[in-house]
Nanobody, 124 residues
Framework: QVQLVESGGDLVQPGGSLRLSCVAS????????MGWYRRAPGKERELVAM???????EYADSVKGRCTISRDNAKNTVYLQMNSLKPEDTAVYYC??????????????????WGQGTQVTVSS
């Protein structure tokens, strides 16, 4: 299967910046969609940003103009640059990817994987 490992979460003051990273590993053949979701305390999980294999991006209205998602296909890595952070950005951020991998008998199979989450806290 495909495993995701996120990093970059931290405690930051309002107005600060963070860069989250997520690396996918496994017998990956191709990755179609890579994205970031978040879940704040007491709220449902929501999409923050996603980037498709062709480079098209999508952002939540709440982060437009403050966040930039990018990917390095050679490294199977997706990044989320977050600027002008606000207390309401406090949440656990999860990486999500979809694509194709080779299973243990060499067959092509689709995958839909989530990372374990990384905590982002925005507070003075």
């Amino acid at each position: 299967q495909v495993q995701l490992v996120e990093s970059g979460g931290d405690l930051v003051q309002p107005g600060g910046s963070l860069r989250l990273s997520c690396v996918a590993s496994g017998t990956i053949l191709s990755i179609t969609t890579m994205g970031w979701y978040r879940r704040a305390p007491g709220k449902e999980r929501e999409l923050v940003a996603m980037i498709r294999s062709g480079g098209n991006t999508e952002y939540a209205d709440s982060v437009k103009g403050r966040c930039t998602i990018s990917r390095d296909n050679a490294k199977n890595t997706v990044y989320l640059q977050m600027n002008s952070l606000k207390p309401e950005d406090t949440a656990v951020y999860y990486c999500h990817t979809e694509g194709w991998y080779k299973n243990y008998v060499g067959r092509r199979r689709s995958f839909d994987s989530w990372g374990q989450g990384t905590q982002v806290t925005v507070s003075s």
